[in-house]
Structures are given as C-alpha cells and as structure tokens.
C-alpha cells in the first residue's frame, strides 16, 4: 500500500548515543521534509529534499543531519544526542507537482 | 518572512453549534492556504486547501486576502470534529509549507 513510513514511532536514548530516525514512502513522490514539533507547539521545518542528493535545510536549525541516496529513502541523524533534541519527528513528502503534504505517523524521541 | 496566526489554542464547542478557527497570515506575494488535521492517535492529514474551493466533512475556508485571513469554518460541529487544527502557507510554486500554532476543537455532547 502507498504510505509513508516512520520507525521508530518511539525512542528513549541516553545522552551522547548517536541515532537515526527512518523514514520511507512508497508513492514515489520527489519531495520529502523533516519537521520537528514539541509538543503542544508548531509544526517547525528542519529539513527538506527535492529529489536524490538533494538535501536542504529548514526555518529551523537544527543539529540533525539528512541524506537521500534513494528517492523513497530520507533518514535524519543525531549523532549525539542531547534532551533538548526530546521532540516529535514528522517526516512527509509530496509529488513534484502537487501540493498536498502527506505525513507519516511520527517518532517522538526522548533523551534522557 | 511568511508567518501564520492562529490565535486560539482551544475552542470548545456544544455539539450542533457553529465553529469557526481563526487563521491570519503575513506573506507578500501569492499564497496557497491550507487547513490540516490531526484527531486523536492518527497522523496528521489535509483537510482542505483554498484553490479546491471545497468543503469536507462539512468545512469551508475562504481566503481573504484583503484581511489575509483563512478561517475554517463548519454550520453544525459534530462530536468527530474534536480534533486538533493546523492553518498552513505555502508561497506558490514553492513546496514548503508554514504552520501555525494548531487549535485544539473540542466538541462536546
């Protein structure tokens, strides 16, 4: 079925661990985004891609980083991660011509 | 810079009556407005956009430019409709959108 898929949907780490949010759709849509959301607030865009080997930052830094090797693939890693990286991750994507945003369900990350 | 104002965090509402979530903006040039939302434990998902000119699930939103306003509106809130509500922007031809803040919709019995 075409979606798009978010793993971990959860995640407790310790300070310092490095890790990697997955992300992967399968409707063969060009443009995909990483957005950070805490909760109760906006939706902030940290990342984007307009297609493969293309990555671009967002509104809103961020110590993450992102790579598209593969069109349907669109991973955002910490490296080191710290609490004030605890937030929910929304990962999405759109055709290049349309301009509906679909999203996926989330990872809510917790650093402790 | 483009900038979306929401300006309510909840509303609450009886059951059958009207609803309106406010929803301004800042931006120059020529936007494509859009409402998103989220219920409970389900992602986050369109609900309607300005140049469809379409109502779903019995909601309509105009854009004003002269007030720069794209409020979301519905005759009769229904229970279902609790649900949290994004106004978003985003400058045509470009593919990023901007988010306000959300409204909490609260329908109750």
């Known amino acids: 079925e075409a979606d798009i898929y978010q793993t971990p949907r959860y995640l407790v780490i310790g300070t310092g661990k490095k890790i990697t949010l997955e992300c992967s759709q399968t409707?063969?849509?060009?443009?995909m985004y990483w957005y950070q959301q805490d909760p109760g607030m906006e939706l902030h865009l940290i990342h984007y891609?307009?297609?493969?080997?293309?990555?671009e930052k967002g509104d809103l830094s961020s110590e993450s980083t992102v790579s598209r090797i593969r069109t349907e693939h669109f991973p955002l890693t910490l490296e080191s991660a710290r609490p004030s990286h605890t937030s929910q991750y929304l990962c999405?994507?759109?055709?290049?011509?349309?301009?509906?945003?679909?999203f996926g369900e989330g990872s809510w990350l917790t650093v402790v | 810079a483009q900038r979306v104002t929401q300006p309510e965090k909840l509303l609450s509402v009886f059951k059958g009556a009207p609803v309106e979530l406010k929803c301004n903006y800042s931006?120059?040039?020529?936007?494509?407005l859009f409402w998103y939302v989220q219920y409970s434990r389900q992602r986050l998902q369109l609900l309607l956009r300005?140049?469809s000119r379409e109502s779903i699930k019995g909601f309509t939103a105009d854009l004003n430019k002269g007030e720069t306003s794209f409020h979301l509106k519905k005759p009769f809130a229904q229970e279902e409709d609790s649900a949290m509500y994004y106004c978003?922007?985003?400058?045509?031809?470009?593919?990023?959108?901007?988010f306000g803040k959300g409204t909490m919709l609260l329908v109750s019995p």
């Open positions: 978003a922007l985003s400058h045509s031809g470009y593919s990023t959108l901007t």
């Open positions: 999405a994507s759109r055709t290049g011509s349309g301009n509906t945003i679909y």
């Open positions: 300005h140049i």
């Open positions: 891609s307009y297609g493969v080997n293309s990555t």
């Open positions: 409707m063969g849509h060009d443009k």
């Open positions: 931006y120059s040039g020529s936007p494509e």
